[in-house]
């Protein structure tokens, strides 16, 4: 989840099956459709002083996560987990930026504040910086992609992106790749309030797509909850989050998008996303009413999971559009937010703790982050 300066007015366990066969993954996914039948969700590690927010697993099983400079300053911003630690990755040099740093801190080869860790289809690691510290900015020269090869843990290419793309309040959010690897599409929580953002990844051009448009904007009548109650500042302000949770459609064609304060979950097909002519005219589709929500997944069976907040929990519809039903739901995953999937198709979820952090409680000074696996029974 990206918090963004515009949008914040200033800033246990119930288990359900699934029926559905397992699937051999299609072109754009490369891990298999998640398992059938009963799930269990455990958790794998918990970080009592370090928020995280995005996830994402090799093919080899090493787990990566983000911890972006949403209200404090971090020690890391990009860490491989290792024996329930948070490791610098791909080292210490990419994760040297420190909001006090002043001459010795290098936006465009440090994370200023990294947002999302996704496996693109060849399983390298790429990370989104919005480079938004302290939900400011974005830090000129810092906003980027950064490709890292896991099996040299070396950075392999960064793309950056310009001060058009991404103008002052924007915010990157997450991003999912088309099955061949050439086109990154981003959610923008920024901006005028709220953009998707296409990426060439071969020649390094990007643009702006529905730039204010409703479809990527908070929606004013919905009312983000947690613990049972409105979640509000201690002064009583409101939280309007934009665009903010993304997914692919299975074969690559057709991309998916849902305001954080919304309840409509709208899409695209990404033929017409990679044509800036096309976008600039594109009028996108209703495909459901939903609720708020950080993370969207959709596995190589097609089936969609989306996570609940309000409820600690994670659900799922046989396909995009269809009915949600609870999977798991455990009162430890407080603001379930990002997704990923191993070579077993294991859902991981990171949780980023929202609820407890110092934008919402007096007094806290440092916000938990935590991993869960939601895998067979």
């Given at each position: ?40 969700i ?68 440090q ?48 793309v ?26 981003l ?22 797509v ?11 009548s919905?009312?983000?909850m ?14 309007n ?64 999971f ?72």
């Amino acid at each position: 989840m990206r918090l963004n300066h515009k949008h914040l007015a200033l800033a246990g366990l119930f288990i359900l099956g699934l029926h559905v066969a397992h699937a051999t993954p299609l072109p754009g996914k490369t891990m298999p459709a998640f398992p059938q039948g009963p799930v269990k969700i455990e958790q794998l590690a918990y970080f009592p002083e370090q928020q995280i927010t995005g996830i994402a697993v090799s093919r080899s099983g090493r787990v990566f996560v983000t911890a972006p400079r949403l209200s404090v300053e971090v020690p890391v911003s990009v860490g491989e987990v290792i024996d329930g630690k948070i490791v610098p990755y791909p080292g210490a040099g990419w994760n040297a930026y420190r909001n006090d740093g002043g001459a010795r801190n290098d936006p465009k080869s440090q994370f200023v504040s990294a947002q999302a860790a996704v496996m693109d289809h060849r399983d390298n690691l790429w990370i989104v910086d919005a480079a938004t510290p302290n939900v400011t900015g974005p830090v000129q020269g810092g906003v980027k992609l950064v490709r890292i090869d896991v099996k040299t843990n070396t950075v392999a290419q960064v793309v950056h992106l310009d001060g058009e793309t991404t103008p002052p309040g924007s915010s990157i959010n997450d991003v999912r790749f088309s099955p061949d690897d050439r086109f990154a599409y981003l959610s923008d929580v920024g901006g005028r309030g709220g953009a998707l953002v296409v990426v060439n990844l071969e020649t390094g051009k990007s643009w702006r797509v529905l730039d204010g448009h409703p479809s990527t904007q908070a929606d004013p009548s919905v009312e983000l909850m947690a613990d049972g109650k409105p979640l509000r500042t201690p002064d009583g302000r409101k939280m309007n989050i934009a665009v903010n949770g993304v997914a692919i459609s299975p074969d690559g064609a057709t991309f998916y998008w849902q305001a954080l304060t919304g309840k409509t979950l709208y899409s695209l097909p990404t033929a017409v996303l990679q044509d800036p002519a096309r976008a600039a005219k594109a009028e996108p589709v209703v495909v459901a009413t939903t609720h708020p929500a950080c993370g969207l997944w959709i596995d190589a069976a097609g089936r969609f999971f989306m996570a609940n907040p309000a409820e600690s929990s994670v659900e799922v519809a046989d396909s995009v559009g269809a009915p949600l039903r609870t999977l798991v739901k455990d009162e430890r995953m407080r603001w379930p937010d990002s997704f990923a999937q191993d070579t077993s198709g294991n859902l991981y979820i990171s949780a980023n703790f929202i609820q407890d952090s110092p934008w919402f409680k007096k007094g806290v000074t440092k916000t938990p982050g935590a991993i869960f696996k939601i895998s067979p029974r």
